[in-house]
């Protein structure tokens, strides 16, 4: 087994802090720098607003491993926050998540949730899921821990058995998990706040746990505030970013259609300038002219002249 360096790491210093890690969802390198442009310092790449934007299917296990690698790898390239990755189930048993976890790390994630569904996996909102044995479980989150290179690579392990086996069994699953080297624990779906309150205090001050807020799904929607205040370390906003996408696009293409003109959006959205400036096409633009020939000939005889005075 490779051993393992530890470094400073800033997601895994910030989960044992006092303050709730807020991590929108990104599916996307320009989801993920607006996330960053806005200030937030993790990101959370959600499976599911991969499959709505990549596939517009829902999240029944239509993405596989290599089409989640390859977005970490063009978002890595353009943000240099925190990066959280649903892993969904590791695409498969211990030997896939291996894998799994070689190539998210390998492409820049920061932490890697892996779920106990089994195949063909849904979304955890969804009915009519079905889970792994805890013992297969335990022994793909010790394949994980075991795999990864950098020991700040931070693992959550997440549950679904709320809606499957019931609230209890969904805690000891949790426990399991955590015995077997999970560093967050993700108990998916809770129905009701007390539920949410007494899964704190059975993990309070032993392991950080990641509250998931659906807009619309099975667990009350709270604020981060409000979340800290139960004891959960990080919160997650997976889908948020593209159903409030898709709201406001769908008003634009109803407004274009019907007017035939974006006239009435020019003060709701980007112009050209406007819109180039945010991506950072003038500072492109002027790091490729040090590079160009002409450029360079430009300074040197700008250069001669200054030295022959």
Known sequence: MVEIQAKPNRLGVRLGGDNIVVAPGVYDALSALLVQQAGFESAYLSGASLAYTRFGRPDIGLIGMREVADTITVIRERIDIDLIVD???????????????????????????????????????????????ADEMVGKLKAAVDTRRDADTVIIARTDAIAVEGFEAALDRAERYHEAGADVLFIEAPEDRDQMIAMNQRFSGRVPLLANMVEGGRTPVSGADDLQSLGYSLVIFPGGTVRAISFVMQEYMANLRETGSTAAWRNRMFDFTGFNALIGTPEMLAKGERYDPAHRAEQQADSTKKDLG
Not at 92 to 110: K, Q
Not at 120 to 126: F, T, V, Y
């Open 87 to 133: 892993g969904d189930t590791g695409y498969g048993n211990a030997l896939n998540v291996i894998r799994t976890v070689r190539e998210f790390e390998r492409a820049g994630a920061t932490a890697i949730q892996l779920e106990d569904q089994d195949l063909p996996k849904r979304c955890g909102h969804l009915a009519g899921k079905s889970l792994v044995s």
